[in-house]
């Protein structure tokens, strides 16, 4: 059961890939052209069945679709992985600077040298 302000889009699964769709309407610039038909309300948008139907949607071969999910579907899986290890680096760049910051450690200029040694290497 959906609410009356939802619509469902079903497709010939043999034609258009479902979770091709999905990719494709979540698209920064299919957001940008979805957003170009809406009406405007104060505190929502609204697409109407009708100017839904009127919207074109580019429709590879179903193979080239699968191909598509399957690329896309990777990207975003290493997207969350950067995501992750940018989230730990940021952490532990906190803590250091806390830990320098407070004296909980020290560098000494023999520490600073072998790394300035050791980057120029």
């Not at 179903?62 to 680096?89: F, G, T």
């Amino acid at each position: 059961m959906f609410a009356s302000y939802l619509i469902r889009l079903r497709t010939k699964a043999a034609l258009l890939r479902p979770f091709y769709l999905n990719h494709y309407f979540n698209w920064d610039e299919t957001q940008a052209r979805l957003k170009s038909i809406a009406s405007r309300a104060v505190s929502q948008s609204n697409i109407s069945a009708s100017r839904l139907r009127t919207f074109a949607v580019p429709v590879p071969l179903p193979e080239e679709q699968d191909q598509i999910v399957s690329d896309v579907d990777c990207l975003d899986r290493k997207l969350a992985v950067h995501d992750r290890k940018r989230a730990a680096l940021a952490a532990l760049f906190r803590t250091l600077l806390h830990q320098l910051m407070t004296a909980q450690i020290r560098v000494h200029d023999s520490d600073v040298l072998g790394v300035e040694r050791a980057a120029a290497a």
